[in-house]
């Protein structure tokens, strides 16, 4: 430990020092296609440096993000990336590595905080001026394993809760984040530009987070992998509150093994037990999971998986690929079972309820922490900024934050109430109890519908979504790509127990290793669908 703290006391000596700049680009990877693994493998064999990785994603930010296709994923660069990138290139030049993500950019979304010279504004104008010159906790844990905070990427305004009719994607700071399969459709939200900056190379790996759904939707919609953790497992310290039972950050990348290097480094319990999960702090948790070196030809054998069938009948292309999905986990040894509801009616209501009331507390409390520089400091403030702004309700209205702000913060027997019936209903009652009667180690669902069309008239249009049952409990989540539809990707969610990150990675490992790769986004203007 004193070793890794004396390593980033060196790297941050260095952090002001000027650097000259590199008179090309490395061509050694493609950042469309490069992981985590590529790039770890490159920096160590010397095939490219720590700069000319940074270089690279900072040139493709330019040409794509305003640019080109103009994918509006990113909000703001870091000033000090390339600095940084030198700093690390000297400790690996003297055979010394802060850690497993030494030299790694990453892009974080705008509602978490940096000690960097980029805002946290959670897409909102309210907070352009959000200079917190602090690391949110996760943040700090990826610094210290050498990771390159890169930029902040644009997210749904408010991750996604602040009008009924909102827009996936769309934030007042940002506008409107484009899919990078087809730039006429949406990317989902709202981690809509972490999703977007991993599927079109802007960077190998990023940050989300989620709510309900928020990590899950867009990753499906843009062909990535992401993890949900189970609520606690990662520290929401620094991060712009929705509700603190629910909310919870994971990684978004390429591929399952990327999502997991990260969720290593960024999980550290929350002692605070924000869940009020049992058996808490978890003891000897990991998610990595012991695979053999050689993989058995029905690797799944004895595993029982509950397929959430209230998530079918709504798509059928979707619905097709599902039951390919579910004929090739029979045929690696899974046995299926069918599983047609888990949440009790009642249970989405008593959440947002839960909701609208953390919501009033937990951001109440994070404005009223910000200096003078923010231009709010308080729910009303925000509310009565946004009225008078020129631009914040220019396509949807603001009205979970008027409800949040009629919210009585003392009606602790209400809140109890709703925030009792949530849980005991979606876990004893919900996923536990079908897990324990059914003997299932996890649930499988279509993940989500193919993006729809950016539609700033009448908002969002889901068809399905299968993220509530383990956002609600506070459980954990996978979404890994399932196939394509009219050149579009969808994904398969794993979701199971609380801690059980590890038995979601097993299998989603060995599916992603059998199963077909999807295309990678070919940035269309054209939408193939109108095509027939």
């Given at each position: ?203 190998p790996v990023a940050i989300g987070t989620e709510t309900n759904g928020s990590i899950i939707c867009p990753s499906q919609t843009n062909g990535i992998v992401g993890i949900k953790p189970t609520v606690g497992m990662v520290p929401g310290e620094g991060i712009i509150p929705i509700a603190w039972s629910q909310d919870v950050a994971g990684p978004m990348a390429k591929t399952v093994e990327d999502a997991l290097i990260v969720l290593e480094v960024i999980a550290d319990p929350d002692p605070h037990n924000p869940a009020r999960l049992k058996n808490w702090p978890p003891q000897n948790w990991q998610a990595r999971p012991s695979l053999p070196a050689i993989i058995p030809e029905k690797p799944l054998l004895g595993k029982r998986i509950g397929v959430f069938t209230n ?222």
């Amino acid at each position: 430990m004193r070793k890794a703290l004396l390593l980033l006391s060196l790297l941050f000596s260095l952090y002001a020092c000027d650097a000259q700049e590199s008179d090309s680009i490395s061509t050694a990877f493609d950042p469309m296609e490069a992981t985590v693994v590529d790039l770890q493998r490159g920096l160590d064999s010397a095939d490219f440096t720590v700069r000319e990785v940074v270089e690279t994603y900072l040139q493709r930010i330019e040409a794509l993000n305003k640019k080109g296709p103009q994918l509006n994923a990113v909000l703001s660069v870091n000033p000090a990336a390339l600095r940084i990138a030198d700093s690390l290139d000297l400790l690996l030049s003297r055979g010394q590595k802060l850690g497993p993500l030494h030299g790694i950019p990453i892009i974080l979304k705008d509602n978490i905080e940096t000690l960097d010279s980029m805002p946290t504004t959670a897409g909102s104008r309210a907070l352009a001026q959000n200079f917190v010159k602090r690391d949110a906790p996760l943040v700090a844990r990826l610094r210290a394993a050498g990771a390159i905070i890169l930029a902040k990427a644009n997210l749904s305004e408010w991750a996604n809760f602040r009008g009924e009719n909102s827009i996936s994607g769309w934030s007042g700071l940002g506008g409107f984040t484009r899919n990078p399969y087809v730039l006429s459709r949406n990317p989902c939200g709202s981690s809509s530009g972490s999703a977007v900056v991993v599927a079109a190379g802007l960077a190998p790996v990023a940050i989300g987070t989620e709510t309900n759904g928020s990590i899950i939707c867009p990753s499906q919609t843009n062909g990535i992998v992401g993890i949900k953790p189970t609520v606690g497992m990662v520290p929401g310290e620094g991060i712009i509150p929705i509700a603190w039972s629910q909310d919870v950050a994971g990684p978004m990348a390429k591929t399952v093994e990327d999502a997991l290097i990260v969720l290593e480094v960024i999980a550290d319990p929350d002692p605070h037990n924000p869940a009020r999960l049992k058996n808490w702090p978890p003891q000897n948790w990991q998610a990595r999971p012991s695979l053999p070196a050689i993989i058995p030809e029905k690797p799944l054998l004895g595993k029982r998986i509950g397929v959430f069938t209230n998530a079918q009948g709504k798509d059928a292309q979707v619905d097709t690929l599902f039951k390919k999905a579910q004929s090739e986990l029979e045929a690696l040894g899974a046995s299926l079972v069918e599983v047609p509801e888990i949440l009790a009616t009642g249970t989405n209501y008593a959440s947002y309820r839960v909701m609208l009331y953390e919501y009033q507390v937990g951001l109440n409390r994070y404005l009223n922490s910000l200096d003078s520089q923010a231009y709010v400091h308080s729910i009303p403030e925000l509310i009565e900024f946004n009225k008078s702004d020129s631009l914040e309700l220019r396509w949807f209205g603001q009205e979970y934050l008027e409800l949040a702000a009629g919210i009585d913060s003392t009606d602790l027997k209400s809140y109890r109430y709703n925030l009792q019936m949530m849980q005991v209903n979606s876990r004893e009652k919900g996923i536990d109890l079908i897990m324990d009667s059914l003997k299932l180690d996890l649930f499988i669902a279509p993940s989500g519908s193919p993006a729809w069309m950016i539609d700033p008239i009448n908002g969002d249009h889901y068809i399905l979504s299968s993220a509530s049952p383990a956002a609600i409990s506070g459980y954990p989540n996978l979404s890994l790509p399932m196939g394509m539809v009219e050149g579009l990707p969808v994904g398969i969610s794993l979701f199971g127990r609380a801690l059980e990150e590890q038995k979601l990675i097993e299998v989603a490992l060995i599916y992603e290793k059998f199963s077909a790769r999807i295309s990678p986004p070919q940035f269309l203007n054209e939408d193939p669908a109108l095509k027939n």
